[in-house]
């Protein structure tokens, strides 16, 4: 509460507040009888923008890896969901290896089964690999249709912008997709056919505050694989005893366009040749 008398037309109070005040004025005439009371609609101070949460992607996938969150271990999925894992001496220790990232605050959080389990999170974390920047996200086409959630924290959003670029470093000024007004909608559809197969790309999601404060999550790097894996030759058939063997070389199968292991293959078994 802060009191001040005067006898001018404005006043200057030091703003070290945040969140939400208001202003009562009241006039006294020379035998102190007050008039009734005027208040403000209010006056926020704001000084924190808001955050973007549970970002999802149509169609997007990655290898999955461990990825840190304030030194806590979580398995990364392909859907680009995080799973928290056991706090066990394997874990945590990965995560002191590395240096804390934001990408783990933007996508959302599910369980599955076993993930809290202490030998099942030893084993995902001594053999996959740590996130790092450098792991890519792949599309099936450059349409990007994007959804995403927001903590505010008493901060009210004024805006949501998105654009592309072809760098990290580019989050101010993105050279491939200039920043898009969203309308305050927190989702973003957009098509952009100049995007090659062999080109990396980042996504930046902007939010802007009414008190003009802004955070801007970065994505990617992104990588567009419209091309299916092939094979080299075709893989070998063996009948040992009462049992069908099938055997292929780790090479048998390649895709150009992905630079990671190829780590998911499906089989089928049938009367019909090649069902």
């Known amino acids: 509460m802060v009191y001040k008398e005067l006898t001018g037309t404005s006043v200057r109070l030091p703003a070290n507040f945040t969140g939400k005040r208001f202003l009562t004025i009241i006039a006294l005439n020379h035998a102190m009888e007050s008039s009734k009371p005027v208040c403000s609609d209010g006056i926020t101070r704001d000084i924190s923008a808001a955050l973007i949460r549970n970002v999802t ?42 240096a804390e990232t934001t990408l783990a605050d933007y996508f959302p959080a599910t369980h599955i089964s076993g993930s809290k389990d202490h030998d099942i999170s030893d084993f995902i974390c001594q053999f996959l690999p740590l996130y790092t920047n450098e792991t890519l996200v792949y599309l099936p086409n450059d349409h990007i249709v994007l959804n995403w959630e927001v903590e505010e924290s008493g901060s009210q959003v004024d805006d949501f912008y998105v654009g592309l670029g072809l760098d990290a470093t580019e989050k101010d000024s993105p050279s491939l997709v200039d920043y898009i ?19 990396l790309f980042y996504i930046f999601i902007k ?13 990617g790097p992104f990588l567009i694989d419209q091309t299916p894996p092939q094979y080299k030759y075709i893989p070998r058939v063996k009948i040992s005893e009462e049992s069908i ?11 150009d366009e992905q630079t990671a292991e190829i780590n998911q293959l499906a089989f089928q078994f049938g009367r019909l040749s090649c069902v």
């Open 57 to 98: 992607l149509e169609h997007a996938a990655w290898t999955e890896t461990v990825i840190c969150q304030k030194g806590l271990p979580y398995l990364l999925q392909s859907n680009l969901q995080k799973v928290p894992l056991y706090n066990s001496t394997t874990c945590l220790s990965k995560c002191n290896l590395i």
């Open 181 to 199: 007004s969203t309308d305050r909608k927190p989702y973003f559809k957009h098509r952009h056919e100049a995007i090659g197969s062999n080109e």
């Open 207 to 219: 939010t802007v505050n009414k008190a003009g404060l802004s955070n801007i999550a970065i994505l």
């Open 245 to 255: 063997l099938f055997a292929w070389e780790s090479d048998t199968f390649y895709d």
